[in-house]
Every structure is written in C-alpha cells, then in structure tokens.
C-alpha cells in the first residue's frame, strides 16, 4: 500500500519552507503542497452512545477503496506581507462539547496528519477493547478500523491476548473481538455482558427473546414436508438458553442458522421418488448427517472454549475487584486505628457485627482510597463508629454493675439479709457506692477481682440507713390515713399496703422485696453519659404512676376477719394470722337454699369479702367426714397453684428454683424421696415472686347430705 510509506506531513511541510524563495508565489505545476487526511462531512464526535458511528453492516470490512475515496487535498496559504500571524477568530463552542475536558480534536489531527504506520504500531500495543472503543470514536477511526486493509490490527491485537481461544471459522476477526471483549448489546446498543456462546450473539436479555426463537416459532416458518423432519437436523442448529419473562428458562435457536441448515437439508437430502414427492435420501442422508456432525462437534468445541475463556476472565476480574476491595478496606481500617477507632472495630468483631459496617457502601468499593475519598466518607464512617463506641462503653458499664451486683448479692446472703429485708438492688445503685470505679477507670481496663473490696466495706452503714430511711418513708404513707401511726402501727397485721401495678397487698414485712418494688435493669442501647439514673430503672416506689399505698378498706376487712377468728386487730401481727388453724364460715352464701355450705381460711374469707355484700364470716367447728372433706379438697386446690419452692433445698446465693405443682413433686420425689401420697406442708413454701392472691386457697362449697357419694364441688375466686 503506497500510504503506508507515505512519510510525515509535518516534515514535508517544514522542508518546503526552508527551500521556498517566494513565499507569495505558488504555483500549482512547481510547488509540493502537504498531504492530508480529511474526514468526511460526519466527522463529528458524536455522542456517548455512538449514534451514526457504528458500519450498519459491522459482520463485514468496509472496502478500502471507499475508504481512499473520501481523501482530498488542502493547500496552505501563507502570506509574505507579514511575519505575525492574524488573529484567530473565535468559533462558538457546540453545546455537546462544553463539559468535555481536554483539548478538542486530538484524535481528529491522529487521523489526519500522522502516518498509518505509524498509527498502525501505535494500535499494536492496544487491547482489543481499546480497538473496539476506539472504532466509536469519531468516523475517521471507524472507516480506518473496520478497512480491511486494518484487518492485521485485529489479529495483532487477538494474539496479543494469552489463552485466548483461537478464531472461530464462521467468525472473522472484528466480529470475534466484539464477540468476547465487546460490552454494548449487538441489538440496541445498551450495556450488555450477556454473551450467548453456542449462537455466537451478543445481547440483552430483552432483545434475546426477540433475536433467537424457539423450536415452535421456527417451525411455523417451514414448509409441511420439512416441518415433520425438524428433529433430523435441529441438533445441528446453535441453541442457547434464554430467560423468559416468567423467570422460566427456554431453548432457543439462532434463526439464520436454523434456516441456512434446514435449506441445506432440503437441497442435499431430498429427492424426488416415482410419485413425484421429496422424500429422504438415506446414502445422502448420512452423509449429510456426518458431515454436519464434524460442523457441531467443531462448533460444540469452539464454545466450550469460549466460556471455558469467559468464565476464566470473570474470575480473574472478581479476584482483581476484590484485592482493591481488601485493599481499600486495609486503607480504611488503618486510618481509623491511627484516629483511635481501633477498640470499635475489635468491638464489632467481638460482636460479629463487622460485615455490617464493612459491607458498607462507602467501603465496598473496587477502587483504592485516597485523601480525597476519605474526607468525603470519613464523617459517614465515624458517625456510624460513634453509635458504636456508645454500644461499648454501654457493655463495658454493664459487665462492671453486673460484677458489683454479684458482690453485693453475696454480701446480702452470707449475712443472711434477705429473711430480715435488705435494699434492692436499684437503691444500692442510687448510694453511689462503687460509682468511681465504675465511670472513672478506664474503659478499656479490666478490672481486677478485689476492685470493689474498700467500697464494701460501706455497706453495713448504708443497710442500716437505709432501713431508717424506708421505714419512715412507709410511716409517713400510712400516717396519711392514721395520723395517730407510729412505728408499732407498721407490725400490726391489720396494716396492709397495696401495690398499685400488681394491685397486690403487701404486710410491712414483705414490702421491701416485692418484685415491683425491688425491679431493675441496665439497657445497654442507651448513652450513660455518666448519669447512674440511665443505669437501671429506680426503684419503683419513687415513680409519681407506681406507688404504694395504704389500702385502708383492706385493713377493715382484716380487723372484721381477726375478729371472727378471735384475734384483737390492735395488737394481732402476721405471725399471729399464719400460725392461727380455724376454718371460717360464709353464713351469707351458706344461706343459698340448696343445703350446700362454704368454708375457707382467714386468708380466703380477706379476699371473700370483696365480693361478698353481707361480709359476715364466723368461726366453724367442723367434725368428722366433713372436716376430712374440706381438708382434702384444700390440700388439692393449694397444689394447683405455681411459684412454689421446696423447703429441703439449701438455700443458695441465686435463691431457691421456683416450680409448678408437676415440677416440684418430681423434685421432691427424685432429689429427696418424697412421694405425692406423702406430701405435706413441711415440704414446700410459696416463692418469693408469689403474690398474695395466688398464696390463697380457694373456697370449700361442700354437700353435707352427698358425702358419701365423695361429691364436692369448689369455686375459685381469685
């Protein structure tokens, strides 16, 4: 090709002006004008997408002699008149150009001006995507490139690549690059990476149901006497699996090919018989078929290849992707130790909540950091770090209060407290005992076993205080309703207090360690900012909405109660109630009509009587079959109830297990040999979170004229 030893424009023109004598005389016969490239009148650089760059026909080479055609000659004016160059007038700028960045018309004056070959050896150190991408970009390139006179730029280019598949047969060497490093879609020109391999398409998944159809759709396009052989050579056709819109997958085969091999079936296996009709050759047939097997096999075996490469290449790209992951996840990860976020992240590993916060967009990305990055994403990441820095300074205040409440549970059972009354736990926390140590030693410290020795040693003071303290706090509730109330007034069993979110009565002796009153917890999900009232949730009695109250309607029903049991409500204490053996008597519901009698203990006829409009219950001898009977039914009814412990058991520093009545007469029968039959009120207790509601058995209704037939029916009336 004479242009490809055209020599350099620029040296031509640089030589002509030094042998020019007459600058202002040119004459066309005389003097050598420099040659140009020119391109076509759509020479434009066009628009991202490519539009009017591509060869509508990009399966075959453009001609090069259309190619040449388009070249022309420019002569160059230069003027003797004066040595200063005139002033250049500005052009308006095309509004599609106004954001590109660099000069304008670099690869233009490539084209134009610099030499093929060396343009040629420029393309030789170029990938076959560049090639591709290059051959978009302006219609010079484009016209150069799919040339075939540009054919060896291709295959330079290809063999450049290692392990890549060697070209196909049916493919030349444009369509084969577009084929494996191509990512636009061969159909309507949008990002594509989907690559049907054994139909050697490239497309979207919205143009594959339209560029390669299935068997049935195919079939309409035959004739009746081919239709009924398709299953003779439809093996021989590229298929590919194609996703439907259902999500279902179907066969689909490439339609120029389906119909190029059923035309060849047709021309070289059919023959007319005696009857005039095109039947099937069988010596033809078979030759037919071991010659188009060669063809599939040959095929089968490029496209293994193919995706063998393909799948090859999407390894290596997510391994190179991820190595920048990592590598940017390091660059992060070292920045936010040398800020001092390193306890954070150990806390979120600790925790197995890392892959949250690396899985972060700002972090998972395929590109490394650089400063300008991180100030961008460093505000996003500590402000996630900060929530997390408060998570564990949360945990670590936690685990510290949780070793001091072991210590201060142990204080309490050694001492042998909680029979007498100790201070919950929630008004241990508010003494401020152990607070420095808690807040003031280093988060990151650990601390040692004897950390909170020198503040235990405070303890018997602040129980004792404390036990003042609450005490006139619960005369000063009672002296509300009995302004005449001392400290004596608190021991009397007529004395009942209520508890107002468990609507519970509660005795002067129980009112320390009831469960609302003694609750408390430390939420970790919550910034402490040094304030102990974040800690746990006081106790409940300093609440305004829970509160306990002296329930002066109760202690009347008590007194009327202690009075029909023979006790003087003035100076009758609780002990006195638990000790007393009498069964009472409900004259108003024993008076229904029917015969039926109702019996009950002290502490069922207290709760009775809020029910009861007479309120009269009295003091009952029973004898005989009839105490028996009630005797039984209450022994039954007591067992039905839950929260109960065993009496056997030590007691322990987490406190005796609780059980229902399954569970514990399975206890008592395994671990100490007491059978049911044997059971009595030695053996077990009402747990410490018992209310009194549960601790009382129900009524007795008993049939004095059916007992011996063993009826007898109860009511509970809790």
Request: aromatic content about 8%.
């Amino acid at each position: 090709m004479s242009t490809m030893t055209r020599k350099s424009t620029r040296l031509q023109s640089r030589r002509k002006a030094d042998t020019q004598l007459d600058l202002n005389t040119t004459a066309s016969g005389t003097t050598e004008h420099r040659q140009k490239r020119l391109k076509s009148s759509e020479s434009k650089v066009q628009d991202s997408d490519g539009e009017d760059l591509e060869d509508p026909k990009e399966d075959e080479w453009s001609s090069g002699d259309d190619a040449k055609a388009t070249r022309t000659r420019k002569k160059i004016r230069v003027s003797g008149s004066s040595s200063k160059k005139k002033p250049t007038k500005l052009v308006p700028v095309d509004e599609r150009f106004r954001r590109v960045r660099g000069r304008l018309g670099i690869l233009h004056k490539l084209v134009t001006e610099v030499p093929l070959d060396v343009i040629f050896e420029i393309f030789a150190h170029l990938t076959l995507l560049d090639i591709i991408r290059l051959s978009r970009t302006s219609r010079d390139l484009h016209n150069l490139l799919t040339s075939r006179s540009s054919e060896h730029v291709w295959r330079n280019a290809r063999l450049n690549v290692e392990e890549l598949p060697p070209l196909p047969i049916n493919l030349n060497e444009m369509q084969y690059a577009k084929l494996m490093f191509d990512t636009v879609c061969q159909v309507c020109g949008t990002h594509c990476y989907i690559v049907y391999w054994d139909c050697r398409v490239r497309c979207c998944k919205k143009c594959a149901c339209k560029t390669l159809l299935p068997r049935n759709v195919l079939c309409g396009q035959l004739s009746p006497t081919i239709k009924a052989d398709i299953w003779k050579f439809i093996l021989y056709v590229p298929s590919d699996y194609v996703c439907l819109d259902g999500g279902t997958t179907q066969e689909c085969f490439l339609p120029s090919a389906f119909k190029t091999i059923s035309d060849d079936y047709e021309q070289k296996v059919k023959v007319l018989n005696h009857e005039g009709e095109r039947v099937d050759d069988e010596e033809k047939l078979a030759a037919w078929k071991l010659s188009m097997g060669a063809k599939r096999t040959e095929h089968q075996h490029y496209t293994r290849l193919c995706v063998e490469y393909s799948n090859s290449k999407s390894r290596s790209r997510s391994d190179e992707l991820q190595e920048l992951r990592d590598q940017r996840r390091g660059q992060i990860k070292d920045r936010l130790i040398e800020s001092g976020w390193g306890s954070e992240l150990d806390y979120l590993r600790l925790k197995d909540r890392s892959s949250d916060f690396w899985n972060h967009k700002l972090i998972k990305q395929n590109k490394l950091l650089t400063d300008r990055a991180w100030n961008q994403i460093a505000p996003k990441l500590l402000e996630r770090l900060q929530l997390v820095r408060k998570d564990r300074i949360n945990a670590i205040l936690h685990s510290r209060y949780l070793a001091l409440k072991k210590l201060y549970d142990n204080h309490i059972f050694q001492q042998n407290l909680r029979k007498s009354g100790y201070p919950p736990f929630g008004d241990f926390i508010e003494s401020h005992i152990g607070y420095d140590i808690i807040f003031n030693t280093p988060y990151d410290q650990t601390l040692p076993e004897d950390a909170f020795d020198e503040e235990l040693k405070k303890l018997p003071e602040f129980i004792e205080d404390w036990k003042r303290r609450k005490t006139q706090e619960l005369v000063e509730i009672l002296q509300k309703d009995i302004p005449e109330a001392t400290m004596d007034t608190l021991g009397l069993a007529k004395t009942v207090f209520r508890c107002e979110p468990c609507d519970d009565f509660i005795w002067y002796s129980d009112v320390f360690q009831h469960p609302c009153y003694s609750k408390w917890s430390v939420p970790s999900d919550q910034d402490m900012d040094h304030d102990s009232s974040k800690l746990h949730v006081v106790p409940r009695n300093k609440e305004p909405t829970i509160q306990i109250h002296f329930s002066k309607k109760k202690s009347r029903n008590l007194s009327l109660v202690m009075r029909s049991c023979g006790l003087d409500p003035g100076t009758a204490t609780r002990e006195d109630l638990d000790s007393l053996d009498v069964i009472l008597e409900c004259k108003s519901c024993s008076r229904s009509g029917d015969g039926t009698r109702t019996f009950m203990r002290w502490s069922t006829a207290f709760v009775h009587m809020n029910s009861c409009l007479d309120h009269s219950v009295t003091r009952v001898e029973l004898s005989g079959q009839l105490q028996q009977r009630f005797l039984d039914i209450e022994k039954r009814n007591v067992m039905r109830a839950t929260m109960l412990i065993c009496n056997h058991c030590p007691e322990t520093l987490e406190g005796k297990q609780e059980h229902n009545v399954a569970g514990l007469n399975s206890h008592l029968m395994f671990k100490h040999s007491i059978y049911k039959s044997s059971l009595s009120k030695e053996d077990w207790s009402w747990g410490p979170n018992a209310s009194f509601a549960r601790r009382t058995p129900s009524e007795v209704v008993l049939d004095p004229g059916q007992l011996g037939n063993g009826l007898g029916y109860l009511s509970l009336f809790f």
